[in-house]
C-alpha cells in the first residue's frame, strides 16, 4: 500500500471517529440527532431489551477483542501494521453507526429531575464527561490512539515507536479517566428513561470489565512499572492516593 493510501486511509477512519464522537452525544443526551437512546424506534419492551442488548454486546465483544494483543498479532498477518489501529477505528465507527440506527428506545421514565438548579448540574455533569473522555485522549497520545501517528510515521518511512510511560494530569488522579468521562456523561441526565438506564448500566458494566482487561495485558506488557502505578493510583475513582512520578501507560484507556 502506499504511503499516500496509508495516509490517506487513516485520516478517513478518523473522520468517521469524530462523526461518531459527536453523534453519541447527541444519541446520550437525546438531542440534535434524528435517533437518540430515547428518540428511536418504540418496540414491545422485552423485544426492545434483548435487541438493545445483542447490540451493546457487538460492540462490547468487538471493542475488546480487537484490542487483545494476541488477536493484534493474528491481526496484522493480514493488515499491514500502519494501518491496524485505524482499521480498529474504523470497525469500532462501523458497529457504533449500527446501534445508533437500530436501538429500541424504552419511555418509561425512571426519573425527571425538574428543578432547574437540578437540571443545569446535571447538563454541566453531561457536558464535563465528555470533556473529560476527548481531553484525556490528548493526555496520552491522541493521534497514536486514534491511528493517525503510525499512518504518518509508515508515510515518512520511519518505524512505529511505542510513546513510552509517563503520568500526566487527569491520569494522577485516576488511571483511566478517558473512561469516567464516559461513565459520567452516561449517567448525567435530568431525565432517565428505562431504555437510557439499560444502556447506562450495560456500558458501566462492560467499562468495569474491560479495564480490567486492559490492565492484565498492561502488566504482561510493562511489568513492575505498572504494578507500582496501580498501587499508587485508583482505576476510576479518585480516591486519595500517594504521589506519583512521572508515568503514564501510551494505552492507558484504550479500552473504550
Given at each position: 500500500?502506499?504511503?499516500?493510501?496509508?495516509i490517506?486511509?487513516?485520516?478517513?477512519?478518523?473522520?468517521?471517529?469524530?462523526?461518531?464522537?459527536?453523534?453519541?452525544?447527541?444519541?446520550?443526551?437525546d438531542?440534535?440527532?434524528?435517533?437518540?437512546?430515547?428518540?428511536?424506534?418504540?418496540?414491545?419492551?422485552?423485544?426492545?431489551?434483548?435487541?438493545?442488548?445483542?447490540?451493546?454486546?457487538?460492540?462490547?465483544?468487538?471493542?475488546?477483542?480487537?484490542?487483545?494483543?494476541?488477536?493484534?498479532?493474528?491481526?496484522?498477518?493480514?493488515?499491514?501494521?500502519?494501518?491496524?489501529?485505524s482499521?480498529?477505528?474504523?470497525?469500532?465507527?462501523?458497529?457504533?453507526?449500527?446501534?445508533?440506527?437500530?436501538?429500541?428506545?424504552?419511555?418509561?421514565?425512571?426519573?425527571?429531575?425538574?428543578?432547574?438548579?437540578?437540571?443545569?448540574?446535571?447538563?454541566?455533569?453531561?457536558?464535563?464527561?465528555?470533556?473529560?473522555?476527548?481531553?484525556?485522549?490528548?493526555?496520552?497520545?491522541?493521534?497514536d490512539?486514534?491511528?493517525?501517528?503510525?499512518?504518518?510515521?509508515?508515510?515518512?518511512?520511519k518505524?512505529?515507536?511505542?510513546?513510552?510511560f509517563?503520568?500526566?494530569?487527569?491520569?494522577?488522579?485516576?488511571?483511566?479517566?478517558?473512561?469516567?468521562?464516559?461513565?459520567?456523561?452516561?449517567?448525567?441526565?435530568?431525565?432517565?428513561t428505562?431504555?437510557?438506564?439499560?444502556?447506562?448500566?450495560?456500558?458501566?458494566?462492560?467499562?468495569?470489565?474491560?479495564?480490567?482487561?486492559?490492565?492484565?495485558?498492561?502488566?504482561?506488557?510493562?511489568?513492575?512499572?505498572?504494578?507500582?502505578?496501580?498501587?499508587?493510583?485508583?482505576?476510576?475513582?479518585?480516591?486519595?492516593?500517594?504521589?506519583?512520578?512521572?508515568?503514564?501507560?501510551e494505552?492507558?484507556?484504550?479500552?473504550?
Amino acid at each position: 500500500m502506499s504511503r499516500f493510501l496509508v495516509i490517506g486511509y487513516a485520516v478517513m477512519c478518523y473522520v468517521m471517529f469524530v462523526a461518531a464522537f459527536i453523534y453519541a452525544i447527541g444519541f446520550v443526551g437525546d438531542f440534535g440527532v434524528p435517533r437518540s437512546v430515547d428518540s428511536a424506534a418504540v418496540a414491545p419492551a422485552g423485544q426492545a431489551v434483548a435487541i438493545d442488548m445483542v447490540l451493546l454486546s457487538v460492540f462490547a465483544i468487538q471493542h475488546s477483542v480487537m484490542a487483545r494483543p494476541a488477536f493484534k498479532r493474528w491481526w496484522t498477518h493480514y493488515v499491514a501494521p500502519p494501518i491496524e489501529r485505524s482499521t480498529y477505528v474504523l470497525v469500532t465507527n462501523l458497529v457504533l453507526f449500527l446501534l445508533f440506527w437500530q436501538w429500541r428506545s424504552i419511555p418509561a421514565v425512571v426519573w425527571n429531575v425538574t428543578a432547574p438548579a437540578g437540571r443545569l448540574g446535571l447538563w454541566v455533569l453531561f457536558w464535563l464527561g465528555w470533556l473529560m473522555a476527548l481531553a484525556s485522549t490528548f493526555m496520552i497520545s491522541h493521534f497514536d490512539l486514534f491511528g493517525l501517528r503510525q499512518a504518518y510515521l509508515a508515510g515518512r518511512g520511519k518505524p512505529h515507536a511505542n510513546i513510552g510511560f509517563r503520568s500526566r494530569l487527569l491520569y494522577r488522579l485516576v488511571r483511566h479517566p478517558i473512561m469516567l468521562g464516559f461513565v459520567i456523561a452516561f449517567w448525567a441526565t435530568p431525565k432517565l428513561t428505562a431504555g437510557h438506564l439499560l444502556f447506562a448500566v450495560a456500558t458501566t458494566g462492560y467499562i468495569v470489565i474491560a479495564v480490567q482487561l486492559e490492565e492484565h495485558d498492561l502488566v504482561a506488557g510493562l511489568g513492575d512499572e505498572y504494578r507500582d502505578y496501580r498501587r499508587r493510583v485508583p482505576m476510576l475513582l479518585p480516591w486519595p492516593r500517594k504521589h506519583l512520578g512521572s508515568g503514564t501507560p501510551e494505552h492507558g484507556s484504550r479500552a473504550l
